[in-house]
């Protein structure tokens, strides 16, 4: 097929919301192993704001370069090699970058067919927050029975995630959120306690609710929180880190003198502390692992026959037009969004 014409979102230079420039060109055929989609909806990830600001490592020589880890839509072409899907199917998928435009053309084993009951909304939003959410538990977290979890940032799109799946296994979590008008949403998702930041003592909350410390803490607030989390881990625990939200600005532009405080006040874990305190910190990011097919593609399986089963309650979605990129970005970063955000197209 000749190059199609396709509208994307391009920063050719990291900043501000106005770095989110929508711009017409064309997308060639699909490579060997790739499929094209006709992009319907694509998610909106705390990821794709660091990108904005380049201050996102896997991105960094990547300029001019289209943002978006996610997508949903319908194949419109496949390439060579590529037999699993054929056009007018309809697919989500996770990319690494390229998921804000009306096309895409991603690597066949980075596509998953839709289920018939999802919209292509659901289909945008799946994807990075419940591979997150599961990879962070149980691959990095190693989750057992009895463990008890503290989840910060709970009522955003990885920790509902995250509390639809502790939920599955039982376990018993407190959950924190940072502003009062998330508590129901935490309570609803699946959280035995919500500790709002707002209106109560964190740590003093934490403790009552667990005075020998907890089993596992799920943070990606980072220089915010990680003392405490790392201070309230029991001997065994599992402090995994996965995000530094608490570095970024309302402002939605880089703020040096901020950032360089939260640097420094990221705390540096002692490994004779460690040794002693019998406690593990861990982190990841899973932007790193598309390439590592098996894996993602179990816990895929997994993923979606809990959802066939209904035990993944739905997430709360909030729409934009595709031309209001900027504003999904300014809400997110206010700190004051529920579950996910999606642009459609
Ligand atoms: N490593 C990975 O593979 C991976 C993958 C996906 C996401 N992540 C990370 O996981 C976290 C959640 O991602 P998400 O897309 O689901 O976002 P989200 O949780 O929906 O939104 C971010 C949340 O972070 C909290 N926060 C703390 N300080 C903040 C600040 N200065 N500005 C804005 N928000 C702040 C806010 O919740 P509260 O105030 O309620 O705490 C906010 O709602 C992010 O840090 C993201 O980078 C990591």
Redesign the pocket.
């Known amino acids: 097929m000749p190059h199609s014409p396709r509208k994307r979102i391009i920063i050719k230079k990291p900043g501000g919301h106005d770095a989110l420039q929508i711009t017409d060109d064309r997308i060639g055929p699909p490579a060997p192993g790739e499929a094209q989609v006709e992009v319907k909806a694509c998610g909106v ?3 794709d704001i ?1 990108v904005r600001l380049g201050l996102y490592r896997a991105a960094k020589d990547l300029y001019p370069l289209t943002p978006g880890l996610e997508f949903s839509g319908v194949v419109r072409e496949v390439g060579e090699e590529v037999h699993e899907f054929s056009e007018g199917d309809r697919v989500f998928g996770v990319c690494r970058f390229g998921g804000y435009a009306s096309s895409i053309n991603c690597p066949s084993h980075q596509l998953w067919p839709m289920p018939e009951a999802w919209s292509y909304e659901k289909g945008a939003t799946f994807a ?2 419940y591979l ?1 959410a599961y990879y962070g538990i149980h691959h990095v977290g190693h989750l057992s029975e009895p463990d008890k979890v503290l989840l ?2 709970a ?5 509902t995630a995250a509390l639809h799946l502790l939920r599955i296994n039982g376990n018993f979590c407190a959950a ?4 009062s008008h ?1 508590r129901e949403a935490a309570a609803k998702a699946g959280a035995d306690l919500v500790i709002d930041k707002e209106t109560q003592d964190l740590w003093a909350e934490a403790e009552k609710a667990s005075p020998e410390g907890w089993d596992l803490i799920l943070d ?2 980072g220089a ?1 929180t990680l003392k405490g989390s790392y201070e309230h881990l029991r001997p065994q625990g599992r402090l995994i880190i ?5 570095m ?3 402002s939605g532009k880089k703020n040096i003198p901020k950032l360089l405080w939260y640097y420094l006040k990221t705390p540096r874990f002692s490994p004779f502390d460690l040794t002693t305190s019998n406690k593990t910190v861990a982190g ?4 790193y692992l598309f390439d590592k097919v098996e894996p993602f593609r179990k816990i895929m399986e997994i993923l979606l026959r809990w959802d066939a089963k209904g035990l993944l309650p739905s997430m709360p979605v909030k729409s934009y037009a595709f031309e209001e990129a900027a504003k999904a970005h300014r809400d ?2 206010s ?1 004051q ?1 529920i579950g996910k955000l999606v642009l459609t197209i």
């Open positions: 990830n705390f990821a660091a990075v927050v997150t910060h940032s009522a955003g799109g990885v920790g924190v959120v940072g502003r998330k990606a607030n915010s996965y995000g530094f939200a608490s970024f600005s309302p990841f990011n899973l932007i997110l970063e700190g969004t």
